[in-house]
């Protein structure tokens, strides 16, 4: 990670408290496996079940065990030096998905933001803006998230909390047609970013696919390349089920990265990890909290350490 995208100061401790309930799961467990013990294989199946337990997922579980066993199988470990090989291995599986949110290029830049409801997308979309606000750039929302007024007001405070230009319809618009004008004005305005916010439901798979494709088909009238970017905003909280909503939104629209949230509510931050290996997606942000600040760009060694339970 370039030292521009470095995490500020500060960071690194919180997240490690927002991923307190997470690492205070694993990190209490590996100590309570391995006080003065050998690493034979009634460790490494109780290491393996822990790990699966905090939501690493089955078949990541199983690559970290082996990774961790290589040089140090029937030799005695402490609880310690298991953590430190723990984040190490995390850090490995991690590495390839940090990549930051690049926004060079064409302007404006689009950025379709895509998720179930309750994830954070509105709240993701006005820290975004917030953080492009501070660095300079001109943002346009759309709040196409038209069936939910709270959502379309939530984002309505933000556009003032941030001096983002907003677009915005009545109840029940069509969220395309919104889209195009949000489109149309960001260009006008020589916006350099447009965030849109979209309808998060799954229920019904069919019809929000055919929103989306129809987001993307109008978009695309104006700016054959755009979106240029379509974030899927995932709730920690939700575990697992998190790894089913990137399988699901990958086969509706074409995700090209992803944001995780409320890691700072949760036992189970370690799914990030699992939807990495799966995946392999860049994550470009992880939030720990309510403010601007504590959403910031992904580290994967930050990550893993903290997850890990590591200073």
Known sequence: MSEDNAPKPGWFARLKQGLARSTGALGEQIGNLFTKRKLDQAALDELEETLIKADLGVGTAARIVQDIARNRFDKEV?????RGALAESLTQILQPVEQPLNLNGDKPQVVLVVGVNGVGK?????????????????VVLAAGDTFRAAAVEQLTI???????SIVRG???ADA?????????????EGADLLLIDTAGRLHNKADLMQELAKIVRVIKKQVPEAPHHVLLVLDATTGQNAVSQVATFKEICAVS???V???DGTARGGVLVAIA????????????GETAADLQPFSARAFARALAGLE
């Open 78 to 82: 402490s609880g310690e030096e298991i």
């Open 261 to 263: 949230t409320k890691l």
């Open 170 to 172: 009545e109840t029940g």
């Open 257 to 259: 990265g992803l944001v």
């Open 158 to 164: 933000w556009s003032q909390r941030t001096g983002a």
């Open 176 to 188: 395309a047609g919104l889209a195009f004008e949000a489109l149309s004005q960001a260009r006008a």
């Open 277 to 288: 290996d799966k995946f392999g997606l860049p994550v470009h942000f992880v939030g720990v």
């Open 122 to 138: 509105t709240t993701t979309i006005g820290k975004i803006a917030q953080r492009n606000r501070e660095a300079g750039r001109k």
